[in-house]
């Protein structure tokens, strides 16, 4: 049973919640997880070279490799995750899913469950939106969208940190000065694990 778990993070923010997403679906029995980055664009690629941080972000990211179309082929189920830009996935996680029109012609991730993670700035800066909008081109493609209970202690809270039921999240900070949160990190966990489990019962 594979399950991939792809992202963008510029940051780190997102690949430190993609890295607990792959550790809480490996806690399933059988479960042989994938980590694969987006492809970066080449204007972008220009501008972190201009940025210190960004810059140590990319170098931590090398060695994983770019996610392909036969990644998510070959994938019984997918996590996704983007930091939010105006309320919505990026534009190299668009790209990635735009690029799956074989897929969708032969109904290849049908019936494949599917988690959506992400990061924001602030607060309300666009977590359950993203999410949101992230879902509807997997329901297109004929997903099974997995979230994340109630159930789960961590969930139900009044403080400035992530989490909802429609996948993990977390707060980076103005300046990307703040870092994933133990409880965000746990309910990212939770989704992976989830997304495992459900795609073992599919499967059988």
Same mark, same amino acid.
């Given at each position: 049973?594979?399950?991939?778990?792809?992202?963008?993070?510029?940051?780190?923010?997102?690949?430190?919640?993609?890295? !607990?997403?792959?550790?809480? +679906?490996?806690?399933?029995?059988? +479960?042989? *997880?994938?980590?694969?980055?987006?492809?970066?664009?080449?204007? *972008?690629?220009?501008?972190?070279?201009?940025?210190?941080?960004?810059?140590?972000?990319?170098?931590?990211?090398?060695?994983?490799?770019?996610?392909?179309?036969?990644? =998510? &082929?070959?994938?019984?189920?997918?996590?996704?995750?983007?930091?939010?830009?105006?309320?919505?996935?990026?534009?190299?996680?668009?790209?990635?899913?735009?690029?799956?029109?074989?897929?969708?012609?032969?109904?290849?991730?049908?019936?494949?469950?599917?988690?959506?993670?992400?990061?924001?700035?602030?607060?309300?800066?666009?977590?359950?939106?993203?999410?949101?909008?992230?879902?509807?081109?997997? =329901?297109?493609?004929?997903? =099974?969208? *997995?979230?994340?209970?109630?159930?789960?202690?961590?969930?139900?809270?009044?403080? +400035? &940190?992530?989490?909802?039921?429609?996948? !993990?999240?977390?707060?980076?900070?103005?300046?990307?000065? =703040?870092?994933?949160?133990?409880?965000?990190?746990?309910?990212?966990?939770?989704?992976?694990?989830?997304?495992?489990?459900?795609? +073992?019962?599919?499967?059988?």
């Amino acid at each position: 049973m594979r399950i991939l778990v792809v992202y963008y993070s510029m940051y780190g923010h997102t690949l430190t919640l993609a890295r !607990a997403v792959a550790e809480g +679906a490996g806690q399933v029995a059988n +479960a042989e *997880v994938m980590l694969r980055r987006v492809q970066e664009f080449e204007v *972008v690629d220009k501008k972190i070279d201009e940025n210190e941080a960004a810059r140590q972000v990319r170098e931590q990211q090398s060695e994983i490799p770019v996610c392909t179309v036969d990644d =998510l &082929r070959s994938a019984d189920g997918v996590i996704f995750g983007s930091p939010t830009r105006y309320g919505n996935m990026t534009a190299q996680m668009k790209q990635l899913i735009d690029s799956t029109t074989s897929l969708w012609l032969n109904g290849e991730m049908e019936g494949k469950p599917a988690g959506v993670f992400t990061s924001t700035a602030s607060t309300h800066g666009g977590q359950e939106t993203t999410l949101l909008t992230m879902m509807v081109p997997l =329901l297109h493609l004929g997903m =099974l969208i *997995v979230g994340v209970p109630y159930s789960l202690p961590s969930m139900i809270h009044t403080e +400035a &940190r992530g989490g909802t039921p429609y996948g !993990a999240t977390t707060i980076a900070g103005g300046q990307g000065e =703040l870092q994933p949160k133990p409880e965000d990190l746990e309910i990212a966990r939770a989704l992976g694990r989830r997304v495992a489990e459900v795609t +073992a019962k599919v499967r059988s």
